[in-house]
């Protein structure tokens, strides 16, 4: 039993709610409740199961003789003044509204002859679900005060003494994909050189042009003249292509005098030694 | 299989457990930090048992928790500890504390038997908090009209509250007692009266691994 | 301030060191959870010297780095500890299996043989990758100007594969034929213009599932 049980609500109340940081240990007896401390002390309930169990605990019932009259006649007071001020009722306490007003019916009506007089107590099934609400509240109640973590306990965060590399997990590869891949790269480059071909031709040839242009029979130009940084590596490879194919077709000559010293470019093919 | 001495160990299985950023079951060190070692159950358990024990009488305990063995505070510091973190703890609202209750003390449920029991609508919010928090998840559905997903809590729900197994969860006796009652209540059809026990078992039953 | 005698005051220690997400200095230990304590410098001087000495054996040690003191696994168990954390590499691209492929079935090759053939640059990283699998390795230098180094496949790359011998390959003409069949696919161009050959596309991988 936990202590809000232990302790009679008239005691030892449980504060319902606060207003204006005042706690409001009861419903006032005269039913004038200011409208928004009406609205606080709804919402303080999680449902009509709530507000009965305050109702009967309120007055020391016992839940399994649930007064029926008594509580009823309370249950709708308190239904009736949220419908006076207008606010908006939880479909669920009407419903209960009805379940009550069921249960005083049937219980003012003559007993039919039974051989279980319990179980045809038309209020069973509501001490039941009562009984069991309780304990769900109790249980939540128990949940709350259960040490925590960020609460009651700190986990640890620890470190690794040095730097650790996580473990990679390599992804997997079939062996079709390695076929397709080379299939791909294949077909790709079939293609390629197709297209290329025609389209590097026909740079390389101006840039061929350009480059005799450039350089003259009578003196050496330096190869890196013939390169500008300017057009990039693309423009650079072109040249370069340009140079050998000019080399191979005999047009310039390249000359240089020793390892790594610079090339020179001259017009004219090899020279009749 | 490598060989490991007594004393390697149990180190490892400290630095491992100090490492990790969740609990780790047995299994869960014989995956990892132990697979290249020769371990027997018996070595490992004492040794678990040994650190346990060394721990005791320190700030920080080595306690079992429902997915494993984790580091933790000791509880009657946290109050002096709570001041290294800015924001307090998070409070749950009564709505949230009942469903969560009633998912730890009745699953698999659905959401229309909590609300039966509690006798109010359970906002979608509350499930999708508690779903986000990884306390609790679907692990079916009921096969009524509508096919309801079925809740149940799952170990980290434990964890968080520090607990091994659902049967540690406070006033489990007084939830045995209704449940009894129920099932010898032939008349009133009640929220539970339609549980069936061929549901899927939830991860977070007891276990004893 | 209150008093907090010897034993309790190391417990503290302990568990902030413990729980604290960043090292902390003796300053900062004085600021947040013993601010409420007359502790003397002293005192927790030799608290904390007593608690390094006590985990002098332990899988956990306590430290002082720049900022403070913490506790951190023992130096000689990270590589054991590496296994916790685990990443999975991202799928391979195709530009890495087109590399993979050229290198199984045209070994030994040179990069530029292989970016003739796929008509883009090959990244190192490619290479590297390729090489730290252990699937490929250089073989030789060809005897042409840079040197360019050989690649093959390795015994790994087979072993992988299940393959004994590279003859088991799938024919490699076969697909030579089927390669040129399909090389008035007008889609081809497209593929030229693919110049991101470093990222992982898992999308447009062939799949024969």
Redesign the interface.
């Known amino acids: 039993m936990s202590e809000f049980q232990d302790a009679g609500p008239v005691q030892q109340p449980l504060p319902l709610a606060f207003i204006h940081g005042q706690a409001l240990i009861e419903k006032p007896q005269d039913l004038y409740i200011p409208p928004e401390a009406l609205e606080v002390i709804l919402e303080s309930f ?5 507000l009965l169990l305050y109702l009967i605990k309120k007055q020391k019932f016992d839940i399994t003789t649930l007064p029926v009259a008594q509580i009823t006649a309370q249950y709708m007071e308190y239904v009736e003044a949220m419908t006076a001020l207008k606010l908006e009722l ?1 479909a ?1 306490y009407l419903v ?1 509204a009805a379940v009550l007003a069921e249960i005083k019916s049937r219980l003012l009506l003559p007993k039919p002859p039974s051989d279980n007089a319990e ?1 045809d107590d038309p209020r ?2 509501l001490i ?2 009562l ?3 309780e ?26 003494g040095q730097p650790v590399q996580p473990v990679k997990i390599d992804p997997d590869v079939a062996l079709d994909d390695i076929v397709h891949a080379f299939r791909n790269a294949m077909k790709r480059a079939a293609a390629f050189e197709h297209h290329t071909i025609e389209k590097e031709v026909l740079s390389t040839r101006e840039r061929m042009s350009r480059i005799m242009e450039q350089v003259s029979d009578e003196h050496y130009t330096p190869l890196d003249a013939l390169f500008t940084f300017d057009e990039g590596r693309a423009g650079c490879v072109v040249s370069f292509l340009a140079i050998l194919e000019l080399v191979k077709e005999q047009m310039i000559l390249c000359t240089q005098a020793g390892p790594y010293a610079r090339i020179y470019v001259k017009l004219g093919g090899y020279e009749e030694d | 299989m490598k060989r490991i001495n007594r004393a390697q160990l ?7 457990l ?4 969740k609990p780790m079951s047995k299994s869960r060190l014989r995956e ?2 132990l ?2 070692f020769a371990v027997s159950d018996k070595q490992l358990s004492s040794v678990i048992e040994e650190l346990i024990l060394d721990y005791q009488p ?3 305990q080595l306690v079992e928790v429902a997915s494993g063995y ?6 009657s ?2 109050p ?6 800015q924001e ?3 409070k ?1 609202s ?2 949230m ?2 469903t ?3 998912i ?2 009745r699953q698999p449920i659905t959401r229309g038997e909590i609300e039966q ?5 359970v906002s979608s919010n509350i499930i999708k908090t508690l779903t986000e928090r990884e306390w609790i998840k679907t692990v079916g559905h009921k096969e009524v009209p509508g096919r309801p997903a079925l809740y149940a809590t799952t170990k980290a729900f434990l ?5 091994k197994s659902l049967a540690e ?3 489990a006796e ?2 045995d007692v ?1 449940a009894n ?2 099932s010898d ?1 032939t ?2 059809p ?2 539970m009266s339609d549980r069936t026990n061929d549901k899927p078992e939830p991860e977070s039953l007891p276990t004893n691994e």
């Open positions: 999680e449902g009509p199961l709530d939880a669920e209960m179980e069973a099934e039941r679900r009984k069991e609400y304990v769900v509240k109790d249980a939540a109640r128990e949940i709350d005060a259960q040490p925590r973590i960020g609460r009651d306990i700190y986990a640890v965060r620890g470190e690794v | 149990k180190q490892l299985v400290e630095a491992t100090f490492v990790a950023d990892t930090t697979a290249a320190r700030g920080i984790r580091f933790q505070s000791l509880d510091l946290a002096l500890l709570s001041v290294l973190w307090s703890a998070p749950y009564r709505a504390l009942e969560l209750a009633l730890a003390y029991v509690r006798g109010v609508a964890d968080y509250f520090s607990l969860l406070p006033s007084q939830f209704l009652q129920d209540d008349e009133v009640s929220a």
